[in-house]
Protein backbone atom coordinates (compact mmCIF):
# COMPACT_ATOMS: atom_id res chain seq x y z
CA UNK A 1 0.00 0.00 0.00
CA UNK A 2 2.94 2.08 0.87
CA UNK A 3 4.65 1.96 -2.07
CA UNK A 4 1.34 2.51 -4.09
CA UNK A 5 0.69 5.52 -2.65
CA UNK A 6 4.15 7.25 -3.40
CA UNK A 7 3.82 6.19 -6.57
CA UNK A 8 0.02 7.55 -7.26
CA UNK A 9 1.49 10.78 -5.49
CA UNK A 10 4.13 10.79 -7.28
CA UNK A 11 2.23 10.63 -10.87
CA UNK A 12 -0.42 13.20 -9.04
CA UNK A 13 2.38 15.65 -8.55
CA UNK A 14 3.78 15.68 -11.64
CA UNK A 15 1.82 14.33 -13.87
CA UNK A 16 4.11 11.62 -15.33
CA UNK A 17 2.05 8.15 -15.69
CA UNK A 18 3.43 5.11 -14.06
CA UNK A 19 2.47 2.12 -13.85
CA UNK A 20 -0.07 2.25 -10.73
CA UNK A 21 -2.13 4.67 -12.81
CA UNK A 22 -2.32 3.17 -16.31
CA UNK A 23 -5.73 3.12 -17.72
CA UNK A 24 -6.31 -0.60 -17.35
CA UNK A 25 -6.01 -0.68 -13.22
CA UNK A 26 -7.73 2.43 -12.99
CA UNK A 27 -10.98 1.90 -14.25
CA UNK A 28 -11.44 5.29 -15.27
CA UNK A 29 -10.89 7.27 -12.07
CA UNK A 30 -9.09 10.63 -11.72
CA UNK A 31 -5.59 10.12 -10.06
CA UNK A 32 -7.03 11.93 -6.63
CA UNK A 33 -9.70 9.56 -6.33
CA UNK A 34 -7.43 6.50 -7.32
CA UNK A 35 -5.01 7.68 -4.45
CA UNK A 36 -7.65 7.91 -2.56
CA UNK A 37 -8.98 4.41 -2.62
CA UNK A 38 -5.64 3.08 -2.29
CA UNK A 39 -5.37 5.03 0.52
CA UNK A 40 -8.58 4.29 2.73
CA UNK A 41 -8.31 0.33 1.17
CA UNK A 42 -4.60 0.24 3.12
CA UNK A 43 -6.55 1.20 6.34
CA UNK A 44 -9.54 -0.54 6.18
CA UNK A 45 -10.01 -4.23 4.35
CA UNK A 46 -6.55 -4.68 2.83
CA UNK A 47 -5.42 -5.84 6.62
CA UNK A 48 -8.14 -7.36 7.38
CA UNK A 49 -7.90 -9.84 4.17
CA UNK A 50 -4.61 -10.43 5.29
CA UNK A 51 -5.98 -11.06 9.01
CA UNK A 52 -8.33 -13.27 7.54
CA UNK A 53 -6.16 -15.06 5.56
CA UNK A 54 -3.83 -15.74 8.34
CA UNK A 55 -6.64 -16.80 10.46
CA UNK A 56 -7.37 -19.31 8.51
CA UNK A 57 -3.75 -20.70 7.54
CA UNK A 58 -3.60 -20.94 11.76
CA UNK A 59 -7.19 -22.85 11.85
CA UNK A 60 -6.58 -25.52 9.69
CA UNK A 61 -2.71 -25.61 10.79
CA UNK A 62 -4.45 -26.00 14.74
CA UNK A 63 -6.93 -28.57 13.40
CA UNK A 64 -4.74 -30.77 12.07
CA UNK A 65 -2.09 -31.49 14.91
CA UNK A 66 -5.14 -31.56 16.92
CA UNK A 67 -6.30 -34.21 14.60
CA UNK A 68 -2.71 -35.96 14.30
CA UNK A 69 -1.53 -35.81 17.97
CA UNK A 70 -1.31 -38.70 19.41
CA UNK A 71 -3.21 -39.21 22.31
CA UNK A 72 -0.97 -39.40 25.35
CA UNK A 73 -3.11 -41.04 29.01
CA UNK A 74 -1.63 -42.06 32.39
CA UNK A 75 -0.58 -45.10 33.32
Request: net charge negative; hydrophobic share 45%.
Given at each position: ?21 AA ?52
Open positions: MTVEVIALGYTWATGHQTIFHEYSMGTSIGVHTLGHLIGGFTWEPLIGFVAMELVWGIYAGGRSLLKPKITAA
